[in-house]
């Protein structure tokens, strides 16, 4: 079945890039999307890239997509203390669901 | 603040009890989803609904359903429960079921199972 994959854990140190990693297996993806979850909270939409798209640039935020490897990245330049939160690849399939990666914790050390 | 409420926040129950959360989409979304997240297992997928209709199901147990009623509220109903049913559940909406903008995802109902 569908399934997304992501690195459990990233430490970086504040004002380097983090570059948080997922690969999926769905060929027939429409949407790619990261989110966002900080302690205690939902889930909070950062960005989002369409599958025809390679790359998508938000601020400090860059997203790649390599379609035929099936791999998407998130970078974030000038990695802050605040962006420590745990970050979830997303697939929107062919068929109609959203599946999530297990997430990635992101630690700024200061 | 999403626009996406869920109730209760948190709650206690003990093994083999029924338990409903509930969950109110922003306004205007027609769409309605449930995950589970606890700590061995990520985010995982229940179930979608898109006004009133089930439009797709993941890895649901047989003890849990969801309904999403006319007005677009929706409940998850868990019963039988067992200890490792304890996890945080995730309601989430968007305007369409495929949307490829936004899923709001509320903040969430703490499920602990005694």
């Known amino acids: 079945g569908e399934d997304v994959e992501q690195s459990l854990f990233l430490s970086v140190r504040e004002g380097d890039s983090s570059v948080i990693n997922c690969t999926y297996t769905?060929?027939?993806?429409?949407?790619l999307y990261w989110y966002k979850q900080e302690p205690g909270a939902g889930l909070q939409l950062l960005t989002y890239?369409?599958?025809?798209?390679d790359m998508k640039q938000d601020q400090r935020l860059t997203v790649l997509l390599n379609k035929k490897d099936k791999h998407l990245s998130l970078r974030i330049a000038d990695t802050q203390t605040g962006d420590s939160a745990i970050y979830f690849c997303?697939?929107?399939?062919?068929?109609?669901?959203?599946?999530f990666g297990a997430g990635t914790r992101l630690f700024v050390k200061a | 603040d999403s626009g996406v409420t869920q109730t209760p926040k948190h709650l206690i129950t003990a093994t083999g009890q029924r338990v409903t959360l509930r969950c109110s989409p922003r306004?205007?979304?027609?769409?309605v989803y449930w995950y589970q997240q606890s700590l061995d297992q990520g985010l995982q997928f229940l179930i979608q609904?898109?006004?009133?209709?089930?439009?797709a199901k993941g890895n649901i147990l047989e003890r849990f359903s969801a309904q999403q009623f006319p007005d677009l509220h929706s409940e998850l109903n868990l019963s039988s429960l067992e200890l490792g049913d304890s996890a945080l559940y995730f309601c989430?909406?968007?305007?369409?079921?495929?949307?490829?903008?936004?899923?709001?995802f509320g903040e969430g109902s703490w499920l602990t199972v005694v």
């Open positions: 306004s205007g979304d027609l769409s």
């Open positions: 997303a697939d929107l399939t062919g068929g109609f669901k959203t599946i």
């Open positions: 890239i369409f599958s025809n798209m």
């Open positions: 989430a909406s968007s305007v369409a079921p495929i949307s490829g903008n936004t899923i709001y």
């Open positions: 769905d060929s027939s993806s429409t949407y």
């Open positions: 609904y898109y006004n009133g209709e089930e439009r």
